[in-house]
């Protein structure tokens, strides 16, 4: 299965570089890197990575749509492209599947750590051809694992992103209440307004899986999170930082085959189950590779 990639922008920041490297110890799956500002399409046959040039792919309608929305200049983006470009992202990334001929993927925000092989059977099964994303809160859904289980359900919530992007902001806040209206809360806004397109991947410990997928949280309680960089962060208005908050999970760390990995601990049943990943926001992942 592909697993994809998007930086937009420049420079490319050193983490990218360790989140590949990461995933090599583990796949070896065609590695998809999308950047910007690059001028022509590379392939390295060695290590199994296309990386192509956002500009040299053909661009969609919902990708032009999205071009003409001036949803991420208001005041309240303060000027920042991340949101731009995290919404963006969605985009390339339909793009780039269709012009490869992808039909299934796993995309992994780069401030990623993985920490096995992709389960594609399990996400094959369990998501059909949805789009697996993961809940943060009764707010927000993250897109730092996301599985396209077919181009034609990213298509369509592409296709509803440009939908809330257009609207007056007035409007949005009478709909939807006035919180920022980045990817994470549109994402949510679509999964609640239209049930099957996407299918949320487990973020705790689960019979169905054999992993557990980590949002932002389990992340941001190891390697902390923006603003609290160096120490673990939990919060209860996420659903894993409360639960952590109230004693029921930590996180523990074993070495097998030579590797270092990290387990979500039951503290009532005493039982350990591996996550996947980790979602490093402060950046540091060198600290956390196996």
Known sequence: MDIILVHLGQPIPTYLLTC???IRKYSKDRIVLVLSELPMFHFVPNDNIAIISKDFLDETD?????KETNHFSKKEYMGLSLWKCACERFFIIEMVMKYLGIEKALHIEN??????KPHEIFLELYCGDSVGLSNISDQ?????IMYIGSTE????INNKLNGIMVMEESVLNKKYTKIM??????????NDENPGLIKLLPIFPSKESNYVYDCASWGQYVGGAFGHEGEPFSTDTHFIGKEINQGRY??????????????VFDTVTEMMYPLYNLHIHSKNLERWVS
């Open 20 to 22: 590949i490297q990461q």
């Open 62 to 66: 919902n990708y032009k749509k999205f």
């Open 111 to 116: 401030d990623n750590l993985v920490y096995g």
């Open 140 to 144: 927000y859904l993250s897109a730092g």
């Open 153 to 156: 359900a990213l298509c369509e």
């Open 181 to 190: 209206m980045n990817e994470m809360r549109m994402l949510k806004i679509i």
């Open 250 to 263: 930590d996180v523990k760390w074993e070495t097998k085959d030579n590797y270092k990995k990290p387990y």
